[in-house]
């Protein structure tokens, strides 16, 4: 990712080649691992939406996360053995698990600080998919989403096609990203998401040998196509549950109706009840 505005278009024009979702995945991973790149670009959408969100009005507002501080996590967590997935976590477990937002491509000076002054405002947690290209300058934030209880995972250093990518080009794209959000804040992320919702073996065990386990989503916000506020709001309310994973972007485009969209649709789900986590390495 790159803050050049003439990216923007092959970005745009590789998301929409190469859709998303379960179905890509399932695909791909018949895949032989050792394989060199080639192959037909994903296909498929995401998982179906869960059902909307209940019209109850919390009768506490302390269900919101409140923020940690302090660089880096537990010595313990970085630790624990990272799975050889099949395929990535789609929804987190549990009939009562709270929802997880996260925000891909980022972070970008324009849009992602709004974003994390709206998830302060309401005490919520995120998980921020960042690439290497974009964080390796934008320490402060990465630093700022540490200090306020986010997580950060690593998102590729380039946003490529990870699946015709050879062995040698995946393993650096994912190393070089961890090893720039560790210069900023101490630590690597210990979760990674492959650019548009694509993977195979090889990069379900590259990640895992850098000690990333594979986190997808259950509901895309289709911000990344720039739809208009109301289709990225109505997009989340509509799939909003328990254990839902919400996709959203906070670079990659003009992503100031993903920020209206969040003025707008956070504080309805807390309203209705929806309380929010981020991923927890062995509780997941």
């Not at 869960?50 to 660089?71: F, M, N, T």
């Not at 739809?227 to 959203?248: F, H, K, Y």
């Amino acid at each position: 990712m790159t803050n050049d505005a003439s990216l923007v278009p092959r970005r745009f024009l590789l998301r929409t080649a190469a859709v998303l979702g379960a179905a890509v995945t399932a695909r791909l991973l018949t895949a032989d691992p050792t394989a060199e790149p080639g192959g037909a670009a994903p296909s498929g959408g995401p998982p179906p939406a869960a059902s909307g969100p209940g019209a109850a009005v919390p009768a506490r507002p302390d269900h919101r996360l409140r923020p940690l501080a302090g660089y880096g996590a537990p010595e313990a967590a970085r630790r624990l053995p990272t799975p050889v997935r099949t395929r990535p976590i789609l929804r987190m477990a549990g009939a009562a698990h709270p929802m997880v937002l996260t925000f891909d491509d980022g972070p970008d000076p324009r849009y992602t600080p709004p974003v994390l002054d709206l998830l302060r405002r309401h005490h919520v947690r995120a998980s921020f998919f960042v690439c290497g290209e974009m964080a390796e300058t934008q320490g402060g934030l990465l630093r700022r989403m540490v200090d306020e209880g986010h997580v950060i995972g690593n998102h590729s250093w380039s946003h490529p096609l990870l699946t015709r990518a050879s062995t040698a080009v995946v393993r650096a794209e994912l190393e070089r990203t961890s090893e720039a959000v560790e210069r900023a804040v101490g630590q690597p992320p210990q979760w990674m998401r492959a650019p548009y919702g694509a993977w195979n073996r090889r990069v379900f065990r590259l990640g895992a040998e850098l000690g990333m386990d594979a986190f997808a989503w259950t509901v895309d916000s289709l911000d990344w196509k720039e739809p208009g506020t109301r289709t990225i709001i109505d997009q989340v309310l509509n799939g909003a549950g328990p254990g839902v994973i919400v996709l959203a972007h906070d670079a990659g485009g003009d992503r100031s109706q993903t920020v209206a969209a969040l003025r707008t649709y956070l504080p309805r789900l807390l309203a209705d009840g929806h309380r929010f986590t981020v991923p927890v390495r062995g509780e997941v």
